[in-house]
Structure formats: structure tokens, C-alpha cells
T-cell receptor, first 114, second 110 residues
Framework: DAGVIQSPRHEVTEMGQEVTLRCKPI?????LFWYRQTMMRGLELLIY????????DSGMPEDRFSAKMPNASFSTLKIQPSEPRDSAVYFC????????????FGEGSWLTVV | DAKTTQPPSMDCAEGRAANLPCNHS???????VYWYRQIHSQGPQYIIH???NNETNEMASLIITEDRKSSTLILPHATLRDTAVYYC???????????FGKGTRLSVIA
């Protein structure tokens, strides 16, 4: 199994530019999660989807952030416009349906906004 | 989800068992105890989870007290590669997210 695949792995962009992070969940998984990790705030949940439907986006910091899941095998997290304080590692994770199910994480996208 | 409390850091000698405690005194009946770890610069890695009974897999053992208010993750023979931040999380059953705390930074020392 390929695991959760994220791209790009590293991105450096200028303030004000649009950033799009991509995630391919594990095949057959019904839930998808986006997290952000910084030194100051640790690992924070941004948004999660069940069966492609957003369930809780209360962790999305501002209107500059948006996430979509157009189908079961693809999700995007977009930041527009980006700011230096958005610099962080963004993790995507997925899990199958069921009680006591396990969530699997990708290797993250390292974003630096200068 | 119930709050969990973990010591901020621990040391363990290489080859010895690492016992990482976690307190979850307000855990509810439908919440599982999950353990993940994060090695520097990598995504969180699933270790083990349990509801009531003790669990063991190829990575670790999970001991849950009878009242379910605390648990211990045991790495039976710690190696330098086990140096990481370990997170104990109480999570409701179903398609719910993990809520991470600060975890325990385990340093395995040669």
C-alpha cells in the first residue's frame, strides 16, 4: 500500500501568493483529515471530511484557508493569499470507516512563506 | 474527547524497556486510547490502541488500568530509533479526528 501521499513535500513562496497543497488518501478510506503543525501550537486539526463531505472546519484559521475533496481519492488545501505566519508543516491523514479505526498520516508538506 | 496528561519528557537506556504513562481520568466508555509517535520531521505514526483490554503488537504493548483512568505504553527493548515524541490520545469511536496534546519526548540513550 502506498500510504497517504502529499505534494509538494516542500514549498517556499512569497507572501501574497496562492498555495495549494494536495493529498491522495489511502484507497478505500472514507475519512480525510488536514492538520497543521508549528512549534508554538503543536499539531492542530484544520478540517476533516467523511465520504467527501466536510464535517468540521472549525479549525480553519481564516477565510484565506479553504479545503475541498472533489472525490474519494483527492483533496486540496488552499491558502490565498499566503502570509508568513502560515509557515508550518501541513499533514494529511486518512482512515477507513469503522469502530476503533486507525488514522494514517502522510509525510507532510513543509511550507515556508517569505 | 477526554483530556490526557503525559510527562513532558523521559529518558530510557538503549535495550531497556520504556514505560510511558498517560492519565485519562475523564475518559468515557466509548473512547479508545490511542498511541502515536512522531519522529523528527516525519508524520505521526500509529503505534497501538485499545478500549479496555491490554493490547500487544509488534511495536509495543498497551496496559490499561481496570478503571480505564490511566494507561502505559511499553516499548520492550528501546532502540535509538525509538527516540520520538509519543502522544496518548483518547478518541471516540467512529470517524472522528485525533486531538493531539504535547506528548512525551522520549530520548533513548546509548
Amino acid at each position: 500500500d502506498a500510504g497517504v501521499i502529499q505534494s509538494p513535500r516542500h514549498e517556499v513562496t512569497e507572501m501574497g501568493q496562492e498555495v495549494t497543497l494536495r493529498c491522495k488518501p489511502i484507497s478505500g478510506h472514507n475519512s480525510l483529515f488536514w492538520y497543521r503543525q508549528t512549534m508554538m501550537r503543536g499539531l492542530e486539526l484544520l478540517i476533516y471530511f467523511n465520504n467527501n463531505v466536510p464535517i468540521d472546519d472549525s479549525g480553519m484559521p481564516e477565510d484565506r484557508f479553504s479545503a475541498k475533496m472533489p472525490n474519494a481519492s483527492f483533496s486540496t488545501l488552499k491558502i490565498q493569499p499566503s502570509e508568513p505566519r502560515d509557515s508550518a508543516v501541513y499533514f494529511c491523514a486518512s482512515s477507513p470507516t469503522g469502530t476503533g479505526n486507525t488514522i494514517y498520516f502522510g509525510e507532510g508538506s513543509w511550507l515556508t512563506v517569505v | 474527547d477526554a483530556k490526557t496528561t503525559q510527562p513532558p519528557s523521559m529518558d530510557c537506556a538503549e535495550g531497556r524497556a520504556a514505560n510511558l504513562p498517560c492519565n485519562h481520568s475523564t475518559i468515557s466508555g466509548n473512547e479508545y486510547v490511542y498511541w502515536y509517535r512522531q519522529i523528527h520531521s516525519q508524520g505521526p505514526q500509529y503505534i497501538i490502541h485499545g478500549l479496555k483490554n491490554n493490547e500487544t503488537n509488534e511495536m509495543a504493548s498497551l496496559i490499561i488500568t481496570e478503571d480505564r483512568k490511566s494507561s502505559t505504553l511499553i516499548l520492550p527493548h528501546a532502540t535509538l530509533r525509538d527516540t520520538a515524541v509519543y502522544y496518548c490520545i483518547a478518541r471516540r469511536s467512529g470517524n472522528t479526528p485525533l486531538v493531539f496534546g504535547k506528548g512525551t519526548r522520549l530520548s533513548v540513550i546509548a
